[in-house]
């Protein structure tokens, strides 16, 4: 299906080059094209998302005749439809696979793809570990894919050998139902989580914590940084890598020390195990 004509904009709010009429579908613009104050928030927070990605994206598209970006947990995707919108569309390369669990919110995004004339936007609905993608990431993306989602995401890069990823990770209660269970025989650590409203904090904390080491335990070289503002989410740590090497002993052994000092294992590290990519091993020579 031909691809709808573009309306002209000039809100800063509005990617330069994007269609109105996908925002509109979207919901990121109302019918009679105006901005309310989430449909703001949201596309600021994709559009500085994009603009973050940019240098990973440049990369592949340089080197790559045909690169593969994989947004995970996709709900509604609003970061695919967009990424394709500002990045592949204007490349003419590249594809988009969306993984997404919930079959409803999986069919309106291959609706909408068709629609706009995304060719190379495919929708797999299921959930993200049984995703068969066929060929080699070059980008792996999850945009507040909640819990154990955004491990799922990072599995899928580190197995998959990913050229880059990036997470903004969203609610994470697992290692905060660890921590009650956790008896450190510090008192000085087993003080930072003695209270309910603590142990969930610092559980998030370290759930981020780990995901870090464990891309750098895999070779990536990682960025932690912010989204948008604070006032604009609560869920905004964006977590960027970029696979350098095959391991990285130091953060293996940093690795080991943190999940031993707080009596955790987070899905992600129980995960990579279950594949045979062990975060924590000692990496084999020669």
């Known amino acids: 299906m031909a691809k709808p004509p573009h309306d002209p904009r000039t809100d800063p709010d509005v990617p330069?080059?994007?269609?109105?009429?996908?925002?509109?579908?979207?919901?990121?613009?109302?019918?009679?094209?105006?901005?309310?104050?989430?449909?703001?928030?949201?596309?600021?927070?994709?559009?500085?998302l994009v603009g973050l990605l940019r240098p990973a994206l440049d990369d592949v598209l340089a080197r790559s005749a045909d690169p593969v970006i994989v947004d995970c947990g996709a709900g509604k995707s609003y970061l695919g439809a967009l990424l394709y919108e500002l990045v592949l569309g204007p490349a003419q390369k590249g594809e988009l696979v969306a993984i997404?669990?919930?079959?409803?919110?999986?069919?309106?995004?291959?609706?909408?793809?068709?629609?706009?004339?995304?060719?190379?936007?495919?929708?797999?609905?299921?959930?993200?570990?049984?995703?068969?993608?066929?060929?080699?990431?070059?980008?792996?993306?999850?945009?507040?894919?909640?819990?154990?989602?955004?491990?799922?995401?990072?599995?899928?890069?580190?197995?998959?050998?990913?050229?880059?990823?990036?997470?903004?990770?969203?609610?994470?209660?697992?290692?905060?139902?660890?921590?009650?269970?956790?008896?450190?025989?510090?008192?000085?650590?087993?003080?930072?989580?003695?209270?309910?409203?603590?142990?969930?904090?610092?559980?998030?904390?370290?759930?981020?914590?780990?995901?870090?080491?464990?891309?750098?335990?895999?070779?990536?070289?990682?960025?932690?940084?912010?989204?948008?503002?604070?006032?604009?989410?609560a869920k905004n740590e964006l977590i960027l890598g970029k696979r350098v090497n095959r391991f990285d002993a130091a953060a293996r052994g940093a690795l080991r020390a943190l999940l031993a000092t707080f009596s955790i294992e987070p899905a992600l590290v129980r995960d990579l195990r279950a594949r045979g990519l062990d975060p924590t091993a000692e990496p084999e020579r020669g």
């Open 16 to 48: 330069k080059g994007m269609s109105i009429d996908l925002l509109k579908d979207l919901h990121l613009l109302t019918r009679d094209g105006q901005l309310n104050a989430d449909a703001r928030r949201k596309l600021k927070q994709i559009r500085h």
């Open 100 to 233: 997404e669990a919930r079959p409803e919110l999986a069919e309106q995004a291959a609706s909408r793809a068709a629609r706009f004339g995304q060719d190379r936007f495919q929708v797999k609905t299921g959930a993200i570990a049984a995703a068969a993608l066929g060929k080699r990431p070059s980008v792996v993306t999850a945009l507040h894919a909640c819990d154990t989602a955004t491990d799922d995401a990072l599995a899928l890069a580190i197995a998959e050998k990913a050229d880059h990823v990036a997470v903004v990770p969203c609610c994470q209660a697992e290692v905060a139902r660890q921590l009650e269970r956790s008896r450190p025989a510090d008192p000085a650590i087993a003080a930072l989580f003695a209270h309910p409203l603590h142990r969930r904090e610092l559980g998030s904390h370290l759930t981020n914590v780990v995901r870090g080491l464990v891309l750098e335990a895999h070779g990536y070289k990682v960025t932690v940084t912010e989204l948008v503002g604070w006032e604009h989410s």
